[in-house]
T-cell receptor, first 115, second 113 residues
Framework: DTGVSQNPRHKITKRGQNVTFRCDPI?????LYWYRQTLGQGPEFLTY????????KSRLLSDRFSAERPKGSFSTLEIQRTEQGDSAMYLC?????????????FGPGTRLTVL | AQSVTQLDSQVPVFEEAPVELRCNYS??????LFWYVQYPNQGLQLLLK??????LVKGINGFEAEFNKSQTSFHLRKPSVHISDTAEYFC???????????FGTGTRLLVSP
């Protein structure tokens, strides 16, 4: 049973460029979450999917951000026209809807640095 | 809406000493409670969780936490810490729909010899 994987682990980009991150959840987990963590803070919820449906989006997710989960498997998070304030660790988590097994398991994160 | 307060940003402790990391939460509905640990440049690992039942929850690496509904607290404890416990610890809550975790700002545990 492999864990949640995220790629790339690190991304350095120039302001104004677009970036895309990928998350592969634990196999058969039908819920997938994205969080953002800035230095010295706890993770903040961005959005979540149940299967391929995006069911909730945070106010933090501006119109420059878009997330997809085609076919309910892996997910991508795209940031367009990056700004220096987007620099953060982007964490993905997955869980399986099923009562007491609904623990979220986190990936290692993608650290984004916008120059 | 839920919120979490971790009162201590940093807790220094000597190896083999006991430690308590404090967590208080606020919610208008029943919640589930979690403690996660984050080692440098890594994702979060679940230490323990309270869903229902016994208010004393045991987790991995010798940690335990006690849910206190009247004080809205979920403090994390370990009777004897190791150098390897040095990390950032996050308390989190979610509503019973499991739709999102709300995290505290974290407590950095620094264990020295």
């Amino acid at each position: 049973d492999t864990g949640v994987s995220q790629n790339p682990r690190h991304k350095i980009t120039k302001r104004g460029q677009n970036v895309t991150f990928r998350c592969d959840p634990i196999s058969e987990h039908n819920r997938l979450y994205w969080y953002r963590q800035t230095l010295g803070q706890g993770p903040e919820f961005l959005t979540y999917f149940q299967n391929e449906a995006q069911l909730e989006k945070s106010r933090l997710l501006s119109d420059r951000f878009s997330a997809e989960r085609p076919k309910g498997s892996f997910s991508t998070l795209e940031i367009q026209r990056t700004e220096q304030g987007d620099s953060a660790m982007y964490l993905c988590a997955s869980s399986s809807r099923g009562g007491q097994t609904d623990t979220q398991y986190f990936g290692p994160g993608t650290r984004l640095t916008v120059l | 809406a839920q919120s979490v307060t971790q009162l201590d940003s940093q807790v220094p402790v000597f190896e083999e000493a006991p430690v308590e990391l404090r967590c208080n939460y606020s919610s208008s509905v029943s919640v589930y409670l979690f403690w996660y640990v984050q080692y440098p440049n890594q994702g979060l690992q679940l230490l323990l969780k309270y869903l229902s039942g016994s208010t004393l929850v045991k987790g991995i690496n010798g940690f335990e936490a006690e849910f206190n509904k009247s004080q809205t607290s979920f403090h994390l404890r370990k009777p004897s810490v190791h150098i390897s416990d040095t990390a950032e610890y996050f308390c989190a809550v979610s509503d019973r729909g499991f739709q999102k975790l709300v995290f505290g700002t974290g407590t950095r545990l620094l264990v020295s010899p």
